[in-house]
């Protein structure tokens, strides 16, 4: 019997880091943290990271630098994430935009785009006050036009998933074979 803080029995192992991008709202986390744990890999979300290396919030990181001083951080701290041995890393929504980035993720990692509908990345959103991107008055539109401004640079991952309407086991493991169809992940052989 295995504690709840036992490490999960890995059956695959990760051959390089995978990036889950998309909106904020898509479930790059959760479905990230559930994925990790399929693989017996480390999770690390860039969002986190960007508040501990700042020791601040994003909403003040936003406050204080605006949103080129926030891309400015977000930028570094991913490059270094990628430096690290493969994990499950998920990235903020706009992170995957910046073209530097981009390339990075690209020469180090495979990515997989977390693709979500509209009406159901609102939903998930509204429920939250910590979005600073969304700090408008129509906070629905700038949903619409961040997402219509991000499909060209989120349309260039490697692998592409839905998780509109499917649950989240249901989305890791569909991630999970598809990593392992394009040789990202490889399954470990049981002795």
Known sequence: MHSQDSEPKKLCRLLRTVVLVG???AGKSTIGRKLAQRLG???????TEIELAAGCTIPEIFSSLGEAGFRDGERKVISRLLENPPHVLAM????FV???TRRKTKESATSI???????????RVSRRTNRPMLYVSDPRAELERLLNARLPS???ADIVISSDETSID???HMAETKLIQIGAVAPVEST
Do not use: C, H
Request: hydrophobic share 45%; glycine share 12%; proline share 0%.
């Open 23 to 25: 909106m904020m709202g």
């Open 41 to 47: 890999a480390k999770f690390v979300d860039a969002d």
């Open 92 to 95: 903020g929504g706009g992170a």
């Open 98 to 100: 910046d073209m530097e």
């Open 170 to 172: 249901a989305t890791a």
């Open 154 to 156: 989120y349309s260039e």
């Open 113 to 123: 785009w977390i693709n979500t509908d509209l009406d159901t990345l609102f939903q």
